[in-house]
């Protein structure tokens, strides 16, 4: 018997799902069929993305909202694309653009190519848009940075006991982890500290 199943990726443990699994089960796939992942698009190194293709058998139907859920990367989708309908025979249909509804399987030479021709333009815009995510990210950090914004933890406080301390483990008369241990700091961080 064929199954229907939904897939439903957001990037991070932030975003919410929920628009996407309304879709899901709007067009009918049951909750227990419905695999979601909280993980970036970039590779489809996924858990959950890769159980749902051993899970796939010839005649099942995978439903995503849009091309952008499955992945955004350019080649890889359309990898993923093939594997999933050639060489699983299962049918993709992709809620937002109903002319990526692979069910359709009579249809003509003019309706294939004009799926295949979508397929590629919304594979290249998923992407672009990762792309221009990523350069957005590095032009924020980069004037972040000029205005004076520093990233990471801060540095940590030298306790009031330090010079005491310094004074002790330069006359020798303590090693770096003693010294450490009575600043209450591991000894890399006091050798850090006194540039060593």
């Known amino acids: 018997m064929a199954n229907t199943y939904g897939y439903v990726r957001v990037s991070t443990r932030e975003q919410n799902a929920d628009?996407?699994?309304?879709?899901?089960?709007?067009?009918?796939?049951?909750?227990?069929?419905?695999?979601?992942?909280?993980?970036?698009?970039?590779?489809f190194?996924?858990?959950?993305?890769?159980?749902?293709?051993?899970?796939?058998?010839?005649?099942?139907?995978?439903?995503?909202?849009?091309?952008?859920?499955?992945?955004?990367?350019?080649g890889e989708i359309l990898e993923q694309w093939r594997v999933i309908t050639?060489?699983?025979?299962?049918?993709?249909?992709?809620?937002?653009?109903?002319?990526?509804d692979t069910r359709q399987k009579e249809r003509d030479l003019t309706g294939t190519f004009i799926a295949d021709l979508v397929l590629q333009i919304l594979s290249y815009v998923?992407?672009?848009?990762r792309e221009f995510i990523k350069q957005r990210q590095a032009e924020g950090i980069a004037a972040a940075q000029?205005?004076?914004?520093?990233?990471?933890?801060?540095?940590?406080?030298?306790?009031?006991?330090?010079?005491?301390?310094?004074?002790?483990?330069?006359?020798?008369?303590?090693?770096?982890?003693?010294?450490?241990?009575?600043?209450?700091i591991s000894y890399k961080t006091f050798q850090v500290w006194v540039g060593q």
């Open 19 to 43: 628009r996407q699994l309304v879709a899901m089960r709007d067009f009918g796939v049951t909750d227990n069929n419905i695999l979601v992942e909280k993980i970036s698009g970039a590779s």
């Open 45 to 74: 190194e996924r858990p959950i993305y890769r159980r749902l293709l051993r899970k796939l058998k010839p005649g099942d139907t995978l439903v995503i909202k849009s091309i952008d859920r499955l992945g955004r990367d350019y």
């Open 86 to 100: 050639k060489e699983k025979q299962v049918s993709i249909v992709v809620l937002d653009i109903p002319l990526l």
């Open 126 to 129: 998923a992407q672009q848009e």
């Open 146 to 184: 000029a205005r004076g914004v520093k990233f990471g933890r801060p540095p940590m406080e030298r306790p009031t006991s330090f010079s005491e301390v310094l004074g002790a483990w330069e006359r020798r008369e303590i090693s770096a982890r003693e010294a450490g241990r009575r600043l209450g």
